[in-house]
């Protein structure tokens, strides 16, 4: 059985930082690319984040690219996103994927997209207050 736990959300001041984890269990992926995405209420769920291959691979949205780091600890099969000077913008739902469909061939063009990965987390909330 596949799990996605998330955890670290929150509520922070803006200008603050929170770290956001996803230990993954019951599934294998020799590329082991995970990600974190993000959905406010009535819009689409975006992408804010990539990595594989052990976090030698790394990809941002340009909305959080300077403020947010992905990383990964292939041990423990646990993605993270440290999140930094954030605003009341970045107040939403954070979710954790993983098991990228595609192969590799495909994954700078599908890797922030929803419709790559199998697996979901159940979603862990961020609020930022200004």
């Known amino acids: 059985q596949v799990q996605l736990v998330e955890s670290g959300g929150g509520s922070v001041q803006a200008g603050g930082s929170l770290r956001l984890s996803c230990a993954a269990s019951?599934?294998?992926?020799?590329?082991?690319?995970m990600a974190w995405f993000r959905q406010a209420p009535g819009k689409e769920r975006e992408g804010v984040a990539s990595?594989?291959?052990?976090?030698?691979?790394?990809y941002y949205a340009d909305s959080v690219k300077g403020r947010f780091t992905i990383s990964q600890d292939n041990a423990k099969n646990t993605v993270y996103l440290q999140m930094s000077s954030l605003e009341p913008e970045d107040t939403v739902m954070y979710y954790c994927?993983?098991?990228?469909?595609?192969?590799?061939?495909?994954?700078?063009?599908?890797?922030?997209?929803?419709?790559?990965?199998?697996?979901w987390g159940q979603g862990t909330q961020v609020t930022v207050s200004s």
């Open positions: 019951g599934y294998t992926d020799s590329s082991n690319s």
């Open positions: 990595v594989n291959s052990g976090g030698r691979n790394t």
């Open positions: 994927a993983a098991g990228f469909r595609y192969g590799s061939t495909w994954y700078a063009i599908y890797r922030l997209k929803t419709t790559a990965y199998n697996y």
